[in-house]
């Protein structure tokens, strides 16, 4: 047996390992008595990435949360409140509480909409223009931190993989 046997066998057994490890079989399956490995994994490493993110933010004042709306209005400013909840996915309530906490802090106003005086849009004030830099800012401090010791390539893998396991849950919707 060459070396290249030797090397393709020992990669080879460590797939197997870690497929092991994660429940999946010899086609590729996951096997539903190991499957929720995966589950508390990413659970865990969303909500230490969104900490992380939380605690960089502070620094520039804001919240949890707000970096989103400030965001989603960068992109497309005067959004009704429904349609800032609907792109992030929370509920009415909860958006019209965070547009007024941020309209308090001077981030955002809301004003009546020119073609229809019933809707109200929410828009970025030059306060809240300003903090979109703190929070590119603190994105990218927080992805640093998560991307530590990583190499190039692991992290265009990560990246991908996570692409196809968003994918898979949307559809499985």
């Not at 960068?74 to 007024?100: F, N, Q, S, W, Y």
């Not at 004003?111 to 800012?137: C, F, M, P, S, W």
């Amino acid at each position: 047996m060459g070396k290249k046997d030797k090397s393709e066998k020992k990669a080879k057994q460590k797939k197997i390992k870690i497929a092991d490890h994660i429940g999946i079989d010899g086609e590729g399956a996951l096997d539903a008595a190991s499957a929720p490995v995966l589950a508390p994994l990413l659970a865990q490493a969303a909500r230490s990435m969104r900490t992380v993110l939380s605690r960089n933010l502070l620094e520039s004042g804001l919240y949890a949360g707000q970096d989103g709306v400030m965001l989603a209005l960068a992109e497309t400013d005067g959004m009704t409140a429904g349609a800032l909840a609907g792109h992030l996915g929370v509920k009415a309530p909860t958006m019209t509480r965070t547009i007024g906490r941020m309209e308090a802090q001077g981030f955002l106003e809301r004003k009546a909409d020119a073609g229809d005086a019933r809707l109200t849009k929410v828009y970025l004030t030059a306060n809240g223009r300003e903090r979109l830099q703190a929070i590119e800012a603190a994105a990218d401090l927080s992805e640093a931190t998560a991307l530590k010791g990583m190499t190039d390539k692991q992290i265009r893998t990560l990246a991908k993989l996570l692409k196809v396991v968003d994918a898979n849950l949307q559809g499985a919707e």
